[in-house]
């Protein structure tokens, strides 16, 4: 029994300074920057508590846009061109994050979202339906900017109920609970919004169970939601589908003020 317990205290000094470890880099292991790159776009600068966010944009005349937030190691504007054909009637805005593509600032959660809440104001100035879309870390920003604003519509790509529940998921044996800073708790914000919403699901989705993806669309009012599951998409080669664009194209159009547009 005496050798034993040093062998527990042990154990448990290791349990311990994992969870320190896994506390103080958390957001290191959540976000992962993009360096700035060249995208053949118009850039719009929005000033957000004291950061200068950088927006890649395809202004257009009328009065729908787009605004994307896209996933924690997306270079945005890699979309520009797929999102220009699939979305003609729309403006579109796609955010660098604070510390991406050469916005300034380190991301966090309530940084992100405060950043979102700028973006979509000035772009709401200048075209009155917006829609939101965001892919998977973007589809947490997404919901709590639907929470706050009026957008026109919510589009939300392999999605997750809450980063809690996520980071539970993969690392059972963690008091996540304790440990976790930033939530992105969508499920506890569906309540609180009232736009349609499209969620597309990758069916071989192998970072972010489908099970999470649907515990979210769960949470919406019933019938709020259309849910497309895109057969043999994974969570990064989604983009290889073309029924990806088609589906949010598809949903752009049936919430168009001009059916026909």
Request: with cysteine; charged share 20%.
């Amino acid at each position: 029994m005496r050798n034993f317990l040093p062998f527990v205290g042990a154990v448990a000094v290791a349990y311990l300074a994992l969870c320190a470890w896994v506390f103080a880099t958390q957001r290191s292991q959540i976000y992962f920057p993009t360096p700035p790159v060249s995208h053949r776009a118009a850039v719009t600068w929005i000033d957000s508590q004291g950061e200068r966010i950088k927006v890649w944009s395809v202004p257009r005349d009328g009065s729908q846009a787009l605004l994307y937030f896209g996933g924690n190691a997306e270079d945005v504007g890699a979309n520009l061109a797929g999102f220009a054909a699939a979305f003609p009637s729309h403006s579109l805005f796609l955010v660098n994050y604070r510390g991406y593509g050469g916005s300034s600032g380190r991301p966090r959660e309530d940084a992100l979202i405060a950043d979102a809440l700028a973006v979509f104001d000035h772009v709401h100035a200048i075209h009155p339906e917006v829609t939101a879309m965001g892919r998977s870390l973007g589809s947490g920003v997404a919901v709590q900017l639907a929470s706050a604003r009026p957008v026109h519509g919510l589009v939300l790509v392999t999605p997750f109920d809450s980063m809690l529940n996520l980071a539970e998921e993969y690392f059972r044996w963690l008091p996540m609970r304790l440990l976790l800073r930033d939530r992105y708790d969508s499920q506890r914000h569906a309540q609180e919004i009232s736009a349609p919403v499209l969620i597309v699901i990758a069916a071989e989705d192998e970072i972010v169970p489908t099970r999470r993806s649907r515990a979210l669309a769960e949470a919406f009012r019933p019938g709020q939601v259309s849910v497309v599951v895109i057969d043999g998409a994974g969570h990064n080669s989604l983009d290889l589908a073309p029924d990806y664009l088609r589906a949010v194209a598809a949903f752009l159009r049936t919430h168009s003020p001009d059916p026909l547009t």
